[in-house]
């Protein structure tokens, strides 16, 4: 056998490339200074959970708002009153108000009253302005009511676009939450020019279109300037088209002069509206006006029913980029003022975070030494494997830009689950080989082959249920989905490629002889005679009723929602004598549980957010001020105030329907690849542990937030790593004894993956067990169910999975049906027996 084969020569360099690239992340801020740049620079970014950022407050000036509902009002109102012939003289707006001096008769004057009065209530019934008649003059004074909701929706919109326009930056996962009353808080992950997004998010980006005149008399026309200051435009005061329309707009560059452009393209509405409006005015110069700035004019030449147009302006590349970024996000209902900018420490604290590292490498080492105790030379092979596959997960993560955020790692940590259970697979795969006689130069070719279908099956299954929840999630689902698939790739390359060239470079010159696979704690072939589907009425009926149980509790008394759903008071406190860690065991002294502390500004400085379900905000600010003086009597104070939730009002519903889709892509990979009992059965199974776990997180408190959402998303990729194999297993036997009973085939089916089985979570559980035990109350709500996720998964593919599977396939049976579709190998042998 040769050492250096050309494949193996080609994994070693796609291995010492990965692993260049992981390397900055690995070395010292004093070594990176002696490496080249573009070397240097390759670094993962770590989120705003893992490092912190910037902290930008924003401002809402909700001035213009109220001028425009109140000028709005007014010309509905001034409308009404022509539409009845009824004479006046209206008055500017001012103040939150407007009046209207009636100049005819007393008769006209109750019919203005009339309208006044239907207009002052809004289309669902509430009062929007009182309305006072002082006998010819009436009056419009916006309510305080009206004023706050106004307020409040434009505050909820202007979320949503700063949210938008991020995201089409570029940054990962910024957290955007709405503080006091009229407040945008931003919280933003290692940003290399915040001056650039402090621009993006204080333009207000308002596009509309007007048509230029040369009327000067007519009170209907505005003037306004270009772009640059030195060109003034009389337009009309209508607007022609507002800016809504537009649904995508991308830098472009001019065929004729190659200066940057934007191109826009409008929805369906505004590419008819734009049809008409250009067709009736042919020769007349259109005017884009960007946030009351003219930025070009060019005159219509002919019709434009394409819903497409251009934007033209002296503009730079990045000018252009910048434009149509902030188009395609939407526009802000009112301007956003930087109030604040301070830099801030981690979501999760600096010593959540040491605390995280710490017992994630004692994990690590857990599941090296029990790969190594069970398979020996064997297992120490798995491990290099495992440990190369880690630093190619980093390498291609740093040469992609990717930022790590905490449910990233929960993808690594599923990725690595599913890296050791490949492994497992494998070296059992081997040693049942072995132990039917056969020497390593076939046991290992053979063991490979056999493992290598069912590690495909269960990493493309996986693989369409992280590619969905990228297509349709966001946010934390977004980065739970870009590691896992990553890291499903490095771990087929490790496993299969890696895995089995080591393998074979260390038995070269023992080809012939039997491999030892060191300790049997599960003897496979006294497995294969229990009886596992005896119980299969008591598993079902068990797992009906704690699911059922489950949702009783997800309803009553219902999960336990930390700050990142709820939202709930801010608190901005400074301590000289008090760490992190300190404050945080201060407010758990108290029972103040879910409270997320960051390092903010100076040292000694935090901000302290506390759930809203823990009381009302007034008591909560009292509890949190008791625990800290109990440590730090003299401790302050500066700002207190009420946040919203981390997570956009839609997250919910676009998670959930990820999830939906991504289960629907699951079942219909193993309709095709299995058959349809098998691919039922699978996702019947996935469905209760889910509810499970839901349930745990109800009856242990834990709380619910954006950590959990990323556990649950891991237990899901989990659960569906075990049942694939389990069935893997299952088809096999079919194939190999179509004409065995039933229970038979799935009993020693089990017993044949059920070492696999246990072995694998074994591993995954040992490396999850020191976060569960030390980690501490910030991981907990990650860890915890992650543990028990491990034993649901675990036994609900033998004792759920496996009598769903039974039940559906006697129906088969009955129905004249075998268990498999006959394969093309099959059939062409059956065609060959026909005379």
Request: proline share 4%.
């Amino acid at each position: 056998m040769k050492v250096f084969h050309p494949r193996g020569v080609i994994y070693v360099l796609v291995i010492l490339i990965g692993l260049l690239s992981a390397m900055p992340n690995m070395l010292p801020a004093t070594a990176l200074q002696r490496l080249p740049d573009w070397l240097a620079s390759n670094q993962l970014s770590l989120g705003l959970d893992l490092q912190g950022g910037s902290h930008l407050l924003l401002g809402a000036d909700t001035r213009p708002l109220i001028e425009k509902t109140l000028q709005d009002t007014k010309e509905t109102f001034l409308h009404g009153l022509r539409d009845k012939g009824i004479r006046y003289q209206s008055q500017p707006v001012n103040a939150g108000s407007f009046s209207v001096t009636l100049t005819g008769s007393n008769a006209d004057a109750d019919k203005a009253s009339e309208v006044a009065a239907s207009l002052a209530r809004g289309s669902t019934g509430e009062k929007q302005f009182d309305v006072t008649r002082d006998q010819q003059h009436i009056t419009f004074t916006i309510t305080e009511e009206y004023k706050a909701s106004l307020t409040s929706d434009a505050i909820e919109q202007s979320l949503e676009v700063v949210r938008r326009r991020l995201n089409e930056s570029g940054l990962v996962e910024p957290s955007i939450t709405r503080q006091g009353n009229d407040g945008v808080l931003v919280q933003m992950p290692g940003v290399s020019d915040p001056s650039r997004i402090r621009d993006l998010l204080g333009t207000t980006a308002q596009m509309r279109f007007h048509w230029v005149t040369d009327n000067a008399s007519s009170a209907n026309t505005i003037v306004l300037p270009n772009a640059e200051g030195n060109q003034q435009y009389r337009l009309q005061k209508q607007v022609a088209m507002d800016g809504e329309h537009i649904k995508d707009a991308q830098l472009g560059f001019d065929p004729n002069t190659s200066e940057p452009v934007v191109t826009f393209k409008l929805d369906n509405t505004g590419s008819r509206i734009f049809a008409e409006m250009t067709k009736s005015h042919i020769g007349v110069p259109l005017a884009i006006v960007l946030d009351n700035k003219v930025l070009t004019a060019p005159v219509i030449r002919s019709v434009i029913a394409a819903g497409a147009g251009e934007i033209s302006g002296n503009f730079t590349p990045s000018e252009a980029k910048d434009l149509a970024l902030l188009l395609r996000a939407g526009a802000l209902p009112v301007p956003l003022d930087v109030l604040e900018e301070r830099t801030v420490g981690p979501d999760l604290g600096s010593d959540a975070i040491e605390m995280g590292v710490t017992t994630g490498l004692i994990g690590a080492a857990l599941v090296f030494a029990f790969m190594i105790t069970l398979y020996q030379r064997w297992g120490l092979i798995a491990c290099t494997s495992l440990a190369i596959n880690i630093g190619l997960i980093i390498g291609l993560l740093s040469a992609f830009g990717a930022t790590l955020t905490l449910p990233g790692i929960a993808g690594i940590i599923l990725t690595i689950g599913m890296a050791v259970d490949a492994n497992i697979l494998i070296n059992e795969r081997i040693k049942e080989e072995s132990a039917k006689g056969k020497a390593a130069g076939l046991a290992i070719p053979a063991g490979f082959d056999k493992a290598y279908a069912t590690i495909l099956d269960s990493s493309f299954t996986t693989l369409i249920a992280v590619s969905l929840l990228f297509m349709f999630g966001s946010g934390p689902v977004k980065g739970f989905a870009i590691t896992i698939g990553i890291g499903i790739f490095t771990s087929i390359f490790t496993a299969v490629a890696v895995t089995r060239q080591m393998m074979g470079w260390a038995t070269r010159n023992r080809s012939r002889q039997l491999l030892t696979f060191g300790n049997n704690w599960l003897n496979q072939s006294g497995l294969s005679r229990i009886n596992f589907m005896r119980g299969r009425v008591v598993g079902l009926v068990a797992s009906a009723i704690l699911s059922i149980g489950s949702v009783i509790l997800f309803v009553q008394p219902g999960l336990h929602y930390g700050v990142d759903f709820t939202g709930g008071t801010l608190i901005e406190m400074q301590s000289s004598t008090l760490s992190v860690e300190q404050v945080r065991d201060s407010l758990a002294e108290h029972q103040i549980e879910g409270a997320s502390i960051q390092e903010f500004g100076e040292p000694g400085n935090y901000l302290i957010r506390v759930s809203q379900q823990n009381s009302d905000a007034g008591n909560t600010v009292n509890l949190v001020k008791n625990a800290i003086s109990a440590k730090d009597s003299a401790a302050s104070y500066p700002k207190v105030d009420m946040v919203g939730a981390k997570v956009s009002g839609g997250f919910a519903d676009a998670s959930i329907l990820a999830v939906l889709i991504a289960g629907g892509g699951i079942l219909l990979y193993l309709w095709l690849r299995f058959e349809q009992h098998f691919a039922l059965a699978a996702t019947a199974t996935i469905l209760l542990d889910l509810t499970k776990t839901i349930g745990f997180f109800a009856i242990t408190g834990l709380e619910f937030n954006l950590t959990a959402v990323a556990a649950m998303l891991a237990l899901i990729g989990y659960s569906i790593n075990d049942k694939v194999v389990v069935f893997d297993r299952i088809r096999e036997g079919f194939r190999a004894n179509p004409d065995k009973p039933l229970l038979e085939v799935l009993n020693s089916s089990i017993g044949a993956t059920l070492s696999r089985t246990v072995y694998t979570s074994a591993t995954t559980f040992l490396a999850l067990l020191p976060m569960g035990i030390a980690g501490g109350a910030t991981v907990s709500s990650f860890a915890l169910p992650m543990l028990f996720g491990i034993v649901i998964g675990t036994s609900s593919s033998v004792f759920i999975a496996s009598p769903i599977l039974y039940y559906l396939g006697r129906r088969r049976e009955q129905r004249g049906l075998p268990q498999l579709k006959p394969t093309a190998e099959e059939i062409r042998a059956s065609l060959a027996h026909i005379p």
